[in-house]
């Protein structure tokens, strides 16, 4: 029996997580769980769950929590110092962090300091801060085992080899919801236009990511630190199907490729029971004669030039990731609260990027400066302009 705390229950890869779990109850439990402020949610999974510890948003959540709760058994927390107390609940073996933004990043370092294998989702841990992750990590023996299909499916093909003999890492891409268009297409779309993708059902933020391909930007960095692979050695191909979910190259040309129907299950109950595989009773069976052909194309860096961004901050290191990710997590707020329009996400990140002063290596109280100081800068250029 894994015992799971679980960051971020009620979200799109909570959700799914949460039913893996519900497909094995005999191998995995949840002791303690987060979710921000949707206490619908949040009170049926407790109450199919039964965790012992619950974390919220704040404090008014947790009043309107604890009224709706028949139980008194469960312990309900609030805040980033209850984000970071059911990471590292004594009761889990794991944490699952699902959480959306830069307030995963505590909590993350916090699990690994208490020794908690980790199942990352969280993408803006690795990208703001994947230096001092990595190195802690490395310093208390916690491996990191990724949730988000495409790392999962490199972290599969290298099963048996040695990371010394890649040559390549390749990421696949879906092109999101406008990969059909041309950049001058792109110019009147709507939010609901690009919420529609065509193969994933994921929450709004990540969906618009998918969209301007900013999304595989972020993985591109969270891939330079999960596999110790410089930059130039990780390429990205757009893939229309979402059905080969990442490859690996080795030296003598060998390509090793994890493929599977487009099933966010399938990557979280792997990095849950892993090393073991379990069954997955729900999955679609991949029958290629189905799928039929399936198609790759090479990126066009103009036509999506938030990837190009994303591999300008990822090499030139330091603190410019951070700024990568609070610009874009600020535009694309933006863009879903209707105040700009969809090609001037990637604007603004770029002028974020332009302004910085990169600092070398940050710690973690530079980092959230900087996070923070991005995010005013954005938002003080939207409202300006």
Known sequence: MKHISLLGATGSIGEQTLEVVRLHPEAFQIT???FGQNVEKGLKAINEFKPKLVAVKNDDVK??????MTSKD???VSGLEGLIEAAVYPDSDMTVN???GSIGLEPTLAAIEARKSIGIANKETLVTAGHIVMEKAKEHGVQLLPIDSEHSAILQSLQGHNLEDVSRLI???SGGSFRDRTKAELEN????????????SMGAKITIDSAT????????????????????KIDVVLHKESIVHSLVEYHDKSVIAQLGSPDMKGPIQYAL???????LASAKRLNLWEAGSLHFEKVDMDRFHSLALAYEAGITGGSMPTVLNAANEAAVHHFLEGRIRFLEIEEFVEQALQKHQVIPFPDLQTIQEVDRATRRFVNERIITS
């Open 213 to 232: 391909l900013m999304n595989k930007g972020l993985e591109v960095i969270e891939a330079h630190w999960l596999f110790d692979m410089p930059y130039e």
């Open 74 to 76: 469960i312990s309900i």
């Open 273 to 279: 029971s892993y090393p073991e595989r379990l069954e």
């Open 189 to 200: 779309v709507t939010i609901d236009d690009a919420l529609n993708h065509p193969n994933w």
């Open 98 to 100: 699902a959480v959306l």
């Open 171 to 173: 990421l696949t891409a």
């Open 32 to 34: 303690a769980m987060s």
């Open 63 to 68: 009043k309107e929590l604890e009224q709706a």
